[in-house]
């Protein structure tokens, strides 16, 4: 992080019914610990909703978290995000994504994708390069 700019800011969600939450407050507390501000919002979270904290909290990325099949509706999240004028907000799925699902993500927009036993230094620093991504795309939108 550059000194004077503010840290970044991370929604942590999980969408869908998965419950299992353990990964994803582990990963919250990586990047708290790394300076970042992390809004966590737990489990069983809707979309609207998510699109709504997103931009209240003024994010910079949004992780997702899914260990059952919840990332197959991240695509849908992503389109709600276009359509509320929240298309810099950068976004990962962390958790269980199967092979063949993954570029389907990918292709939707999806940032990066975490797998099991994804190192702490790795989540954090691909964060931290996301969020400066982020701020890019925000500022050139008020450039431009």
Not at 127 to 134: C, D, F, M, N, T
């Amino acid at each position: 992080m550059v000194e004077g700019n503010p840290p970044g800011r991370v929604l942590m969600t999980k969408i869908g019914l998965d419950g299992h939450d353990r990964g994803s407050r582990l990963v919250a507390s990586y990047l708290r610990d790394a300076g970042m501000e992390v809004v966590y919002t737990g489990p069983w979270q809707e979309i609207p909703a998510v699109v709504n904290l997103a931009m209240q909290e003024d994010v910079d990325v949004i992780g997702v978290s899914s260990l059952a099949t919840d990332h197959l509706i991240v695509p849908t999240l992503m389109a709600a995000l276009a359509d509320a004028g929240l298309g810099d907000v950068a976004l990962v799925v962390g958790g269980i994504v199967p092979e063949d699902e993954e570029q389907a993500l990918l292709d939707s927009g999806v940032d990066h994708v975490f797998h099991p036993g994804a190192r702490r230094e790795e989540i954090v620093e691909r964060i931290r390069g996301l969020v400066e991504e982020s701020r890019h795309r925000k500022s050139g939108d008020r450039d431009g």
